[in-house]
């Protein structure tokens, strides 16, 4: 069965700080790639997403993830984060059905 | 344009009571989808519903049942409430997309504690 890993749970950096999440899947074929956000008090919403092409992808408000095929990667990046992405940002893979897989999401907490 | 809409937002139940989780959409989807959210788990998908007319078990189907009673809406109901099922519940929807993934467009929640 597929399955997506996130790496930190718990993620805590300063404003200014550069922000890496970690997301492994397994799948070995064709898959879409996602990253949804939750702010406090709010739905989930899509930051950013990978279907083919340029395996890095830009989002809103900054966020950018790079699709490795051969690691089974995409990571989520940030160069430079604000107290307003405090928020728990989930990975999802859907390999072209209709279930998608969410790994088990990482909250950022940004000290202003 | 209200997107997602879940109702309750907020639900205490006893064990083996019942209830059911309205959710509707005006983005004129074919799909809909309810999933659980958990701590340390993310979110899990309950049920799904394709397009109007079929239904189809997710991850954790157990203790639930769905119905999509027309292109709008997609009711979710525990028939018996047990105390595993306390948990956030998410209703969401997609259109099909082109390259045949699904971009979901989710609801507010709804927190389900079951004592």
């Known amino acids: 069965a597929q399955s997506v890993s996130q790496h930190n749970h718990h993620v805590i950096l300063s404003e200014a700080a550069s922000l890496e999440l970690g997301c492994n899947y397994s799948?070995?074929?064709?898959?879409?790639l996602f990253w949804y956000v939750q702010y406090p008090g709010q739905h989930l919403q899509l930051l950013l997403k990978y279907f083919s092409g340029d395996p890095l992808v830009k989002g809103i408000k900054g966020f950018e993830a790079e699709f490795i095929k051969s690691k089974f990667s995409f990571n989520l990046r940030k160069p430079s984060v604000q107290w307003s992405d405090t928020a728990e940002y989930f990975c999802?893979?859907?390999?072209?059905?209709?279930?998608?897989?969410f790994g088990a999401g990482t909250r950022l907490f940004v000290k202003a | 344009n209200a997107g997602v809409t879940q109702t309750p937002k907020f639900q205490v139940l006893k064990t083996g009571q019942s209830m059911t989780l309205q959710c509707a959409q005006d983005?004129?989807?074919?799909?809909m989808y309810w999933y659980r959210q958990d701590p340390g788990m993310g979110l899990r998908l309950i049920y799904y519903?394709?397009?109007?007319?079929?239904?189809d078990k997710g991850e954790v189907p157990n203790g639930y049942n769905v119905s999509r009673l027309n292109k709008r809406e997609f009711s979710l109901r525990l028939e018996s409430a047990a105390p595993s099922q306390t948990s956030v519940y998410f209703c969401?929807?997609?259109?099909?997309?082109?390259?045949?993934?699904?971009?979901?467009?989710f609801g507010a929640g709804s927190r389900l504690t079951v004592l």
């Open positions: 519903s394709a397009s109007e007319g079929t239904t």
């Open positions: 969401a929807s997609s259109g099909w997309q082109e390259t045949g993934a699904n971009v979901l467009t």
């Open positions: 983005m004129n989807h074919n799909s």
């Open positions: 799948y070995g074929g064709t898959v879409n």
């Open positions: 999802a893979v859907n390999t072209g059905g209709f279930k998608t897989i």
